[in-house]
């Protein structure tokens, strides 16, 4: 079983993309951030005709995600992260597919830091460590991917100190994602590369792409009944490089059934 994540930046705009690479690798589930498309434009029918069903939660300009799932239908579990009934930001769905949980988010960036945008993404942190608490005590096969908009270390981050002030690298936001995955929670490609120069995006700006100037800011979160299934996992990273691409590249594993 194949499950890719890949913020697609704008799902109507890049659907060629979209469509070209899951033809290409046909995964099994694939999770969307940053769908920039309100509820009613997202483009059903072209997933459909490509062979998935699925679920999303749409924004109009910005945010948004989504569920697809090759011969299967996401069965729909929630569609908004508990912990705030205020919060409209379409970030976070989650659905259970052959018997495996998912859960798709897109944490905010939080720049400028400190600031507002900032509180918020730590608040929002703090709401999905609590949701993975729950989820770890269910007991239940469960996969959290998406943008996280967090470097880890600085093996994840092309020349880590320039990045010293960014809200996706300041000590907080390292400090949440280890607070999150010491829950028990496997990262898998760091699981299978320990010790590679991994990058998942890579900025339009400064031929970013071109000089593998990165960033591992997408990543796979394992609960421990997947951990020991785990047997690849990679970065499509040519996508990046096609004409009208998002700069975020698609990210998979692969699980033993």
Partial sequence: MRIATYNVNGVNGRLPVLLRWLEETTPDVVCLQELKAPQEKFPEKAIQDAGYHAIWHGQKSWNGVAILARNAQPEEVRRTLPGDDEDEHSRYIEATINGIRVGCLYLPNGNPAPGPKFDYKLRWFERLIAHAAGLMKADIPVVLTGDYNVMPTEKDVYKPERWGDDALFRPEVRSAFK?????????????????????????????????NAGLRIDHFLLSPQLDSRLVAAGVDRNVRGWEKSSDHAPVWIELAD
């Fill in 179 to 211: 607070t999150l995955v010491d829950q028990g929670w496997t990262d898998g490609i760091r699981k299978l590369y320990p010790e590679e120069t991994i990058y998942t995006f890579w900025d339009y700006f400064r031929n970013a792409y071109d000089r």
